[in-house]
């Protein structure tokens, strides 16, 4: 990764000052630059040093959807970004960030999840989604990897070609590095300690070298967002739901697609990796990754993947999802801080909505005006008593659960 200036300058003022260098935080910078925006970026340790450099980049808002709701719509507007913005990056700082709709394959270990697959399949494609139903025996088809088990280990699989995945330490590095093209600044191990307050307003960033001063504020920070969010007088509710990943190695034998099943996804990646992951660990603050986790993964990916246990293994990473109660992003203007901008609390969804949340966090500071679709995710469901306002927490069903 290019090395950015370690320190913030005493420079001219920017119009934007972002708490945060990772996916949200450097798309929020670069739809800024694109506009015109003088922006800067303050990252306490170095450009997705947290939950975007471990991230395997799924984009896949179909696999994780139980059911239809403003939150789905959300995240198939934030896959619709990917693709153009990764042709963009190319042709502006010749980075490919390996966006690929290669499918995914979503595999069900018994009836029970064939039953709940198929429900899925049902109201996707009826919502005008491609989603297709594989018999066990066809599944060999698809995916030559599950050839000869599938019929015995597995009871079906939906198909979803419109699903894919990006690098995602990539994609946070073509966002930086095009913001900086255009003129934003970004500062790494610059660690934003406080906001400084005159009144209702923010007016700057504490950090160890002195004061950064700007005329708005956004807090992108990841799992220190309720940190930072205290010193401006603000309760954020965001903690840490660590994830752990393995990076395997699988020569000729890689999967064609990423394969998902209720436990575990394997994403295999341009240069022959396979990422295997992912744990959910809630309230863990602990970024090392730990034997119970590999273990956990690899349990999980030879139950349906026996073929796996032939892959080396690379390395093993872990970082912190932040989120919040309900696991839907808080973005919108922070409560009585009319220049504080909140982008955080995405969970498992940064890298897929880090596009979209970053351009329309651009486009509120230039215009004032909000996204519709992000009114049911800003702060303000926390003040009264039920903080999804007819959202239906998304909690269980998601793969990993370690805990
Ligand atoms: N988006 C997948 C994960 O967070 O594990």
Known sequence: MRSFPGRPTAEAIPDVLIVGGGVIGCSIAYHLALGGARAQVLERDYLAAGASGVAAGMLAPQVEAPFDDPFFALTLLGRAEHAPLAAALLDDVGLDVECRTSGILRVAMDEAERVELQRRMRWQTARGLRAEWIEPTELGDREPLLAGVAGRLLAGGLWLPDEGHVRSPRLVQGLATASVKRGARIAEGAWATAFELDGDRVVGVRTPTGVMRAGTFVLAAGVWSGDLARSAGLS???????????????????????????????????????????????????????????????????????????????????????????????????????????????????????????????????????????????????????????????????????E
């Open 236 to 402: 954020l509710p965001v903690g840490p739901v660590k994830g752990q990943i393995v990076t395997l190695r699988a020569l000729n034998r890689s999967p064609r697609q990423v394969i998902w099943s209720g436990e575990c996804y394997l994403v295999p990646k341009v240069d022959g990796q396979v990422i295997l992951g992912a744990t959910e660990e809630d309230g863990n603050y602990d970024r090392r990754p730990t034997l119970a986790g590999m273990g956990h993964l690899a349990e999980a990916a030879l139950e349906f993947l026996p073929l796996a246990g032939g892959f080396t293994v690379e390395g093993m990473w872990a970082g912190l999802r932040p989120a919040a109660p309900d696991r839907y992003p808080i973005v919108g203007r922070a409560p009585g801080r009319d220049n504080l901008i909140l982008a955080t609390a995405h969970f498992r969804n940064g890298v897929l909505l880090g596009p979209l949340t970053g351009r329309w966090i651009a486009d509120f500071i230039r215009g004032g005006t909000l996204a519709s679709e992000l009114a049911p995710f800003g702060p303000e469901r926390f003040a009264g008593a039920s903080p999804s306002q007819g959202l239906e927490a998304r909690r269980a069903d998601l793969p990993g659960r370690a």
